[in-house]
């Protein structure tokens, strides 16, 4: 592989290992396993891969997997009393409610429900909260993954301009906050933003998030810079009736130009469930009394 290719897919096997590790020293200290539930409405296709793939890794990890799947007709009481009762149940340590979730649920209040100390997607307005005024907290799983790999990749970010295209609660403001706890100059661009383009240009680091195919083009990035690709687009294939994935960079025509960027797939991706059970772990010691070194993991 090229090596300004940031190589999201190994990263992420290395940071399941460390996970593995610390799970087993975890179980051993707590004399439980750390346990993550995993809650799904309804049958959407995509979000039943996410799950299934969700809990053969937790297990992997040597976690423990809960798993509550709802009909669609779900009512909002009974998916309330749902997130109460893993809120209370000692043995869950991460809730993650898969989104989105039918029309007819409050997708806000249901989240809000969650304990902070559960977080493990970091999108509670308490998490949220604490990450924008620089406490310690649970951060959603996408951006924090896109920032171990650039910190992997560049060192100290301090002092670095950064530009992160989308401002969604999921991606965009949440990587914006971390990249400015890290010293970054950061700017926020999104759907209303003047001249783009020429804001990109000043970026030494360029995080896309938007979910438009390969809308980010060379003439954008500034010689050497570090592109973070979050997008995952399904677009038609050359052959027939087929799709394939691609980011909201285009990756062919900005890799001369950039000094390191992440693939789609095989970028940031790979980073979001591997970090998911990191949170676990982290939300774990958490909630067990048990200490764990920042930069163990
Ligand atoms: P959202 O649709 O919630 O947000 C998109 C953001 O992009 C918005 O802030 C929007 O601006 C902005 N935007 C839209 N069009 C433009 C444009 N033409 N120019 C500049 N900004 C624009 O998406 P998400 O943040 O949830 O996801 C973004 C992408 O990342 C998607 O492709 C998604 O599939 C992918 N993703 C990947 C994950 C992974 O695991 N790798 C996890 C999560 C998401 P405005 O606010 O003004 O509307």
Redesign the pocket.
């Known amino acids: 592989m090229d090596g300004k290719v940031i190589d999201g897919k190994t990263f992420a096997e290395g940071l399941r290992g460390r996970v593995a590790t610390l799970a087993a020293q975890f179980a051993q200290a707590a004399g439980r396993k750390a346990g993550l539930a995993v809650v799904l409405v309804g049958d959407d296709p995509a979000s039943e891969v996410y799950v299934r793939s969700k809990a053969k890794q937790t297990v992997a990890c040597g976690m423990t997997s809960f798993e509550h799947r709802l009909p669609a007709n779900t009512t909002q009481a009974a998916l309330l009393a749902l997130v109460a009762a893993l809120n209370d149940d000692g043995a869950v340590d991460g809730i993650l409610v898969q989104l989105p979730l039918p029309k007819h649920l409050d997708e806000q209040a249901v989240v809000a429900a969650i304990s902070p100390a559960k977080d493990v997607d970091g999108l509670t307005p308490i998490s949220a909260g604490r990450l924008a005024l620089g406490q310690p907290g649970l951060v959603p799983c996408?951006p924090l993954g896109s920032l171990m790999l650039l910190k992997d990749r560049l060192g100290s970010l301090s002092g670095l301009d950064a530009v992160v295209?989308?401002?969604?609660i999921?991606?965009?403001k949440p990587m914006a906050a971390l990249l400015l706890a890290e010293s970054c100059t950061v700017t926020v661009?999104?759907?209303?933003?003047r001249d783009?383009s020429d804001v990109v240009r000043r970026a030494d680091i360029v995080v896309a998030?938007?979910?438009?195919p390969e809308?980010v083009k060379a003439g954008w990035i500034k010689p050497g810079a570090t592109v973070i690709d979050?997008?995952?687009?399904r677009v038609p294939a050359a052959e027939a009736g087929k799709t394939r994935l691609v980011g909201?960079v285009d990756f062919a025509d900005v890799l001369p130009v950039a000094g390191a960027i992440t693939p789609v797939p095989g970028g940031?991706?790979p980073m979001?469930i591997a970090v998911l059970l990191r949170n676990a772990l982290v939300a774990a010691h958490g909630n067990a009394g048990i200490a764990l070194a920042a930069e163990a993991i």
């Open positions: 996408t295209i989308g401002r969604s999921l991606v965009g661009a999104h759907s209303r933003t783009l998030a938007v979910g438009r809308m979050v997008g995952i687009n909201d940031v991706g979001t």
